[in-house]
């Protein structure tokens, strides 16, 4: 008999989490919808705030549970590091009929976004970062994660996203305010191979 197993190589890494009302209350939430509203650059599209609303007192327990969660997804990596240090982390604020155009997060090693406020229609969408996924696409007799090229999740109220920062990512059209918050974290330690020329403390 012939065995067969089956493996996932070079697998993009994505979690998903919820915060439950013990986590952040609605409280909470109304404060940072107020003050996203309230602070964002309204000559822009999307509007956004300045990036270092994890300083903010507002933002406090969102900015625990982001860490803490961010820990889980680092551990699950195997990489070895000094600590997580956020860089930057910011209030998104889409009007009806906006989008966030397709786009990664430089400098940074990973990103994530939690929703505050959703109609529940819109979907954040990550790309095959893989350029030779789409040299042959052969017909699907079912959509899968194995052979889709666009994965679409949807932009929860209460939910949040971590993945590489280099993974490209869109949010379609949204049919009502749509507010978000961004955020972007770097691993210091030491990157690459001991005498290898490519190693560097960070």
């Not at 999307?46 to 270092?52: E, F, G, K, V, Y």
């Not at 155009?101 to 893989?130: A, C, K, M, Q, W």
């Amino acid at each position: 008999m012939v065995e067969s197993i089956g493996k996932l190589l070079f697998a993009t890494p994505l979690t998903i989490f919820k915060c439950e009302p013990e986590d952040l209350s609605k409280l909470d939430r109304i404060n940072m919808i107020s003050y996203i509203q309230q602070n964002s650059n309204k000559n822009k599209s999307p509007r956004q705030t300045a990036s270092d609303l994890y300083k903010l007192s507002t933002f406090r327990k969102l900015y625990d549970v982001i860490m803490k969660q961010c820990e889980i997804h680092i551990k699950g990596l195997e990489y070895e590091y000094d600590k997580l240090d956020m860089v930057s982390m910011w209030g998104n604020y889409l009007t009806p009929g906006k989008y966030h155009p397709e786009h990664t997060h430089p400098n940074s090693f990973i990103t994530g976004v939690f929703y505050l406020l959703s109609s529940g229609r819109t979907h954040i969408e990550f790309s095959d970062p893989r350029a030779q996924a789409g040299v042959l696409v052969p017909r699907k007799t079912k959509e899968t994660e194995l052979n889709s090229t666009i994965i679409a999740c949807p932009c929860t109220e209460g939910s949040g996203y971590i993945f590489p920062s280099w993974l490209q990512h869109t949010v379609k059209t949204t049919p009502k305010d749509r507010i978000s918050i961004s955020w972007n974290i770097i691993l210091r330690g030491e990157y690459g191979q001991p005498n290898s020329l490519q190693n560097a403390h960070i």
